[in-house]
């Protein structure tokens, strides 16, 4: 009896599966409300409209239509697909159109999917494969390996523009949240209590990334991120081309070319950072020096904030594998690139920021560990130059300009 009672219970549990995997077959090669994408999707509907409408377009996509067509003829030999007997291809516009509406409101793919009238699949190889091409084919151009001329360029720019000499870029990492990925424990887990990748960036005067580096963990600080980086590694070594220094403007005191950072940094011959604040605390050339060097490093700060208003995938969390999210970051900051060369920045930038006073950091950020002396004596060498009268004559030049 009891063998036959198993014996019927195996058999409606065959039928059930085998009825259950009838209904989850599937129907379609291509879902029929897809199918009405050439004449019903959002872009068929409202890409025509949009390109007669400057204004419109760039609130659409996040830049003009020249930016976007010249993006387009750069990466269309990556994005046309071959024409099969089975179906049409999407086009390369409208994969375009997919990303960076992807990237400009950080949309879900389900929702791009349904606007655009596209499988979530088909939305999500959109998505990554244009953004790879997108780093392929500008990286080089636009975040090039610097140069010496490139340096002196810079310097020459944070002088004239942001009033601090002998400057080649400003420091900072900012933290993108993840969705904490599958099995990776608490690395991504960062003192903010998300899960985060962090993106460490040197900008120049005019919000431009000089270098950049991607993937680090959340858990990881900016100066252990900076000093395992491969910009952290070649301004240690040397072998970055930076230029020796030069003479301080209006004077005969020498110093080298340095970047600027907060106290998650350490001080460095070539890497400045803050007095602490209770050394500054009474101090007025301390204070003056700190207050200089923050205007200088907050063009990072608002390089980032450009960043995340441009692409506001970066104001929510990124439900993506680590590997996916690395490549978005590196796109946008490509992209950030190319359209600040095209001036496509239009109310984007905060200038208020620049002028704002110096904020206390916190001091559980400070990088551990002593500086060698020579980093003690060239930041000596600056905040008794912007005490000087040279230094005070300096600042009113920009000022005036």
């Not at 516009?93 to 509406?101: D, F, G, P, Y």
């Not at 944070?158 to 400057?167: D, W």
């Not at 441009?310 to 680590?322: G, S």
Request: glycine fraction near 6%; hydrophobic fraction near 35%.
């Amino acid at each position: 009896m009891k063998f036959e009672l198993a014996a019927i219970a195996i058999a409606i549990d065959d039928e059930v599966l085998e009825k259950r995997s009838e209904t989850t077959k599937r129907r379609w090669g291509v879902h029929p409300t897809w199918r009405k994408r050439e004449a019903e999707g959002e872009f068929a509907l409202l890409y025509k409209e949009l390109i007669d409408d400057e204004s419109k377009f760039y609130g659409y996509f996040r830049m003009s239509k020249e930016c976007f067509t010249f993006l387009l003829e750069k990466v269309k030999p990556d994005l046309t697909k071959k024409i099969t007997r089975f179906q049409k291809p999407i086009s390369p516009i409208e994969r375009l159109a997919v990303c960076i509406r992807f990237l400009a409101t950080g949309d879900s793919f389900k929702t791009i999917s349904y606007s655009f009238r596209l499988g979530h699949s088909t939305v999500t190889e959109i998505v990554h494969s244009t953004c790879r091409s997108i780093v392929k084919r500008f990286k080089k151009d636009v975040i090039p390996e610097p140069t010496e001329e490139m340096w002196r360029k810079i310097a020459e720019d944070f002088e004239k523009l942001r009033g601090f000499p002998n400057c080649i870029g400003a420091l900072d990492g900012k933290h993108f949240v993840i969705e904490a990925p599958a099995n990776s424990g608490s690395i991504y887990f960062n003192y903010k209590h998300t899960f985060s990748i962090v993106l460490l960036a040197l900008v120049d005067a005019c919000y431009k990334f000089i270098a950049v580096d991607v993937g680090a963990y959340g858990r990881n600080s900016d100066g252990g991120i900076f000093a395992q980086c491969n910009l952290g590694k070649r301004l240690e070594n040397g072998t970055l081309h930076v230029p020796i220094g030069k003479n301080l403007p209006g004077s005969s005191t020498f110093a080298p070319y340095v970047i600027v950072g907060d106290e998650a940094f350490p001080l460095k011959t070539y890497l400045m950072r803050p007095y602490p604040g209770h050394q500054a605390t009474g101090d007025a050339n301390k204070t003056n020096f700190n207050h200089r060097l923050s205007l200088a490093r907050r063009l990072v700060e608002n390089a980032f904030g450009i960043l995340t208003q441009r692409f506001r995938i970066f104001q929510r969390r990124m439900k993506l594998a680590p590997e996916n999210v690395d490549c978005i970051i590196l796109s946008t900051c490509v992209l950030h690139n190319f359209l600040c060369e095209q001036k496509d920045y239009t109310g984007l930038i905060n200038h208020s920021a620049q002028n704002a006073q110096p904020h206390l950091l916190n001091p559980l950020s400070v990088q551990p560990g002593r500086p060698a002396n020579d980093a003690f004596a060239v930041r000596e060498t600056f905040k008794e130059y912007l005490a000087s009268t040279a230094g005070r004559n300096f600042i009113g030049q920009q000022y005036q300009e």
